[in-house]
C-alpha cells in the first residue's frame, strides 16, 4: 500500500473512533443536571401578624383614601385615572365614560354610592372587540376602558370610537377582575414594602426595584386571593441566587397583606397555589393541627393546639411552676332559633335551611326550635364546619393586666346569613387568675338565635380534687350533678366574706382545701359588653372517652334542656376526692334590634363607598380565681 | 497532486460524517428535553354512547324522562328522583333517607343507580359507618338496599370521608371505586377498587391516590380511567390495559383555582371534557348547591398537545 493510503485509511480510523467517543459521551447539559441535582425549595408560608391600620400611614395609601373619600363626598363614584396615566384620546375617553349613564349604570346601591376606579384606558384589543365594534374599529381609531367596582366586584368594559367620540358597548363581568391601574401598582408594592413580615422574612428593608409585580391577571383572570370577592395581587422578591421567591399577595380591596410564602422559581410557583386560604391552611395545619405549640409568658406556661371539632384547646397549664389545667376547650356550639307555629310543624320529613340539615325541637306555648350544631376545628382533616383562620394569636389584655391566646373560627362566607363566625379565647392574668371564653360574632339565620358553647374545663390543682358550691356556705359535691348557675343567692350571702361573696363555685385541692381556684360566672360585670352567661353547670367525674380527646357534635342543637353533657352524668357516680371535670355551657339570646345588637354582624356601604362589616360581639365565660395567693 | 487525493477524500468523509453525527445528537438531545416538559396526552376522544338505561321502576310509576338525580341534601335526604314540569314532581320514599347522605352515583345496564355516601354537616353515631359501603337502587323494585361493605374503609374524626368516588364500566359488568379514609395531611393512601358486579368480588386494589371523582375515557390511544385528584385542583389518568389498571397516574391538567377539586368529570364532545368542581378539604361539607360549584370546559388540542381550560 502506498504511503498516502496508508495515511487517508489512518485519518479514517481515527476519525471513526473520535466520532464514536462523541457519540456515546453524555451531553453537557445532562452532566450538569447529574453533578448538581435542583434542590427543592422549600415552601413556607407567613400569615399576617399585623392590623391593617398599619398600612393606612403609608402615604400612598393615605392620598388614595383621601382621593376616595373626596369623590364620595362630590356624588362621584369612580375614581379617575391620573393624567399621566393616560394619552390624549384615552383622557377624553375618561371624560365621555364618566358622563355615560350606561357605564356608570352599577355604581350606586339605592342612595349610596359604591367604589369604583378606573382601571385603565388604551387602544382596542382586537379581541375584546365584538362583531359591531370591530366593522367599525377597522377605519376608526377606538379605545377600551375598564373599570372595577369593589363592592360587587364587577369589571366593566367599555368599547369607544374616538374619531367621533360614541360608546360602542358597555360589558360588565362579574366575579372578574381587570388589570390594575399604575396607581393601584404602587400601592401593591408600597404596602408589600411596607409589611413588616416581608421586611422580617427577606433579612432587610426592600427597596421598590426588589420587586416583580406578578403578571397574575393577564387579561381577567382569576384573582390569586382565593377569597375571590377581592382584588389582590402578588408582588414578588426574587432570590436567583437561592433559586426562591418570596411572594406578597397583596389584598387591595381591604388595602393591606394578605398572606405571603416563600417558593421555587419554578413552574410549581404558579399563582394559583398562593391563594390566601391555602396558604393559611397549610400554615395552620402545619403548625398548630399537626404538632402542639408552647407559649411561655407573664409566668404562665401553655401548650395548645387546634383540634379536629374542639376549637383550640389549651392543655397541661402551669402558672409560676404550679399546675393549674390539664385542658380546657370548647366542645361545641349549639345553635337554635325559636319560631311560633309550633301546632301546625311536620317534623315526619327533614328541613334543609342553605343546604344544611335543621333539626326541630316543638317546645311550650305554640314554639318550636330549629337549628345545628357547629363543631369548629383544623380546616383540613377535621369534623368541623367552622373552621380556623389565621392561627392562633397572643395578644395584651385591654386593661394590662395580662395576656390572651386566641383562635378565629368562621364559615367561610360569614358575615352571610347562616354562616357563624366564633373565638375561642384563654384569658390568663398576671394574678394567677385565668377566663375561659367564647365570643360570638353572629351572623347565624335568624334574630332569634340561642347560643349554648359547651365549655369542658379539667382543672389540675392536684392529683385529688373536690367541688363546691356556694349557697351561703360552701357545699361539697359528692357526685356528678348539675345545675343552672344562679345568681340571686350572691347578693343575699351578706354573711359571707366579699371573696365567698363573688364566687359561686370553687375546686380545690382534696389534700390542702387552700389550694385551688374560686370560679366567678360572668354576669356582666368584665366591662366587655356582655349580658351575663345565664349558664348550666356539670361537673362529671374524669373519663377519658368523655372529652379529654376530640369529642364530636355532643347532643341536642335545640332541645333546649339537653346540653349534651347529661349523658355523663346518668350514673351519678362519686366525685368527692377525686377527678372532677368541670362543663359550663352558657346560653346566649342573640339581638338584631337597632342600637341593641348582640351576637350580630352587618355588612354596609360606608361613607367611602365600600363594604364594611360591623359586628356585635357577645362574650361569655367564667374567671377562675386562685383561692391562695401564688 | 493525484497522489494525495485519499487523504483529502477521508478527510471530507471524516468532515461530512462528523458534521451529521453532532446534528444527530443534538436532535436527540432536543427531543429528550422536549418530551420531559411535554404535556401527557391521552389521544383524541369523543363522548360513547353510554349503556346506561333508566331505572325500570319509572315506567311502573309512569313518570316519564326527564328525570333528574337529586344528591344535593338541599330539599331530601339521600336520593331523590326529580321529573315533570321544571322538575317540581319529587319522587323520594321515606326508605330512601335509612343510609344517610348520599355523594354521588353510576347507573349500570339495566338501570340500577349505585350510589356512594357522603359525610354531611354534622357527625351522627352512624356516620363513620355509613361511609363504608355502597348502595343499590334495585331497578325492577326501587328498592335501596346495601350492595357491598368495605371492611378496609376506616374513616374516622380526622378524615370523616370513606367511599367517595363510583363509576360502571359498560364493556365488562364492573364497578371502579375511590376510598379516601386512610389519607391524613402528610399521605396520600386512597385506593380504587375494581369491583366484579356479579361475584362483588375485588379484581385489582390500586393504593396511593385519592380520587373525589372517576370517570372511563376510551381515546384513540386507547382506554382510561380519569381521575379527579381529592388532594389537588388536578385531573389524573391511569391507563388501562385488558381491564387491568396501570397503578402509575399522569397528570392531565390543574384547574386555575387550587382551592378546587374535580367532583365530576364528563365527556361532553370530540376532544371535549366538562369539569365540576368544587372546594374540598377533607373536612365537613355545609354547602351542596349548585352556585358553590365551578364549571370548567377543557379542551384538548392535538396539534398544539396542551389543553385549554375555561370556567364556563
Redesign the interface.
Known sequence: M?R??K???G??VI??L??AG??FMP?S??VTQTEKPSIPVEERVILPQYEKSIYQNIPEVQNYLADIRKMIQKGQAILPLQRSELDSNAQKVQVLLLADPEFTKDTKQGEKLLHNDMMRILPAIISSLGEKSRNICQSHTCYQAEKYNFVTNTTTRAIVDTDTLKVLSVERYSGMQPDISLRLTHIAQAIALNAPEVKKELGFTPARKDITMANVRGTM??SPC?N?SHLCVAPTFSDHQKEQALWAVVDLTELKLAAAKWAGLGKTATP????E??LQ?RYI?KHF??KDSFLEKNGWKITYRLT??DGLEIRNVTFRGHKVLTSAKIVDWHVSYQQKGGENLDTS??T?I????VEFVKGEDGNYLFG??D?M?????????V?AFNGPQVRELKNGDGFMLTQDFR???WPMACNYRYENRFEFYNDGSFRVVGVNKGRGCGDNAIYRPVMRIDMAVDEKENFYSYDGEWKLWEKEGSEKVQRSFLSNSVSETSEADRYAYKIVSAKDASRGYYIEPNHGQFNDNSRGDNATLFVTRFKSKEGDK?L??LGSCCDLSDDGVERYIEEKEDIADDHPVIWYVPRIRNDAREGHEYCWADTVIGEDGNLHVKVWPCTVGPKFVPVGKR | MRKYLPVVLSLIVIAVTGYLVVNKKKENHSAVTENRVSVKSVGTFSPQRSCARPPQFLKQLNIAQPVVIDLSQKRFKGIALLYGKQFQKALHPKTWEQYGYFGTYTVDKTGNIYLVPMPFISIFPTTFNLQKNIYKLESKTGKLSLFMHFDDVIPNANNPYGVEAIVYDCEDDTLWIAAIDESDYQRQKGVIYHIDLRSKQVLQRVEGFDALSLQLLRSSQGKYLLAGSARESALYAFSLSKGILNEVPEKLLTLPNATEHIRKIKVKGKNRLELQSIPFSYALIAQTGHRDRTYYNAVWNEKQQQWKIKKQ
Not at chain 1, 379 to 385: C, E, N, R
Open positions: 502506498k498516502e493510503n495515511v487517508a485509511v485519518i479514517l476519525g471513526i473520535v466520532l462523541y457519540w451531553q447539559s445532562e383572570k382569576e382565593e375571590t394559583a397555589c398562593i391563594g386560604r391555602s391552611n395545619m393541627c399537626q379536629g371539632s320529613t327533614e334543609y342553605e343546604g344544611r340539615r345545628y350544631n363543631a376545628g383544623c380546616p383540613l382533616f377535621s369534623t368541623s364546619v373552621l364559615n367561610p362566607k376530640d364530636l357534635t
